[in-house]
């Protein structure tokens, strides 16, 4: 994809045919209509795009191992792992999945204990650019410091039980720069 002919706009947690519908950006159109086909269809689909204009050092989301999606729920609530695919370009900033299996405590303290979980390097896997990934709600993660300056595009696709969309207007946002 090539990133200085695309209109900049960031989505998050949109619905996947209310962006379908109102982007301005045929080749990611293009990546969501193949890449949704990954997901289990009888969920809703969401899609977040973020561009990112990164100096080096900067990091284009929180810094930390992570997890995405609705992971504190009330006890008792049936609830399925949310899926997901990552789609990356621009060799500056990569995300790093981290392939240790850890037990942690439920809500926030489990929430603190992945974010200062520290992985052994040779169980980390870095996405290399122009790639994806697929991956559920349970995978830690983490936003890697841009190595040089440089622009950078993320679109992540996510099929949800829990999490409601936005159309595309009430979707747009300005990403994180840490």
Request: glycine share 6%; aromatic share 8%; net charge negative.
């Amino acid at each position: 994809m090539d990133l200085g002919s695309m209109p900049p706009i960031s989505v998050k947690n949109c619905t996947l045919d209310s962006y379908l519908d109102e982007s301005q950006n045929p080749e990611i159109v293009s990546f969501l209509d193949t890449a949704a086909a990954l997901l289990d269809q009888d969920r809703t689909i969401l899609v977040d795009v973020k561009f990112h204009d990164l100096q080096a050092g900067d990091t284009p989301a929180l810094p930390g191992w992570h997890v995405d999606g609705s992971t504190l729920i009330k006890r008792g609530m049936k609830k399925r792992k949310e899926q997901y695919v990552l789609y990356v370009v621009g060799d500056v900033a990569m995300t790093e999945f981290c392939l240790d299996q850890i037990e942690v405590d439920p809500g926030p303290k489990g929430i603190q204990q992945i974010a200062e979980h520290r992985a052994n390097p040779a169980r980390c896997f870095k996405l290399r650019s122009g790639f994806y990934a697929t991956y559920d709600s349970l995978q830690m993660h983490r936003a890697t410091p841009a190595e040089e300056s440089g622009k950078r595009l993320l679109i992540r696709l996510m099929a949800s039980d829990t999490i409601l969309g936005l159309p595309y207007d009430r979707a747009i946002f300005n990403p994180t720069i840490r």
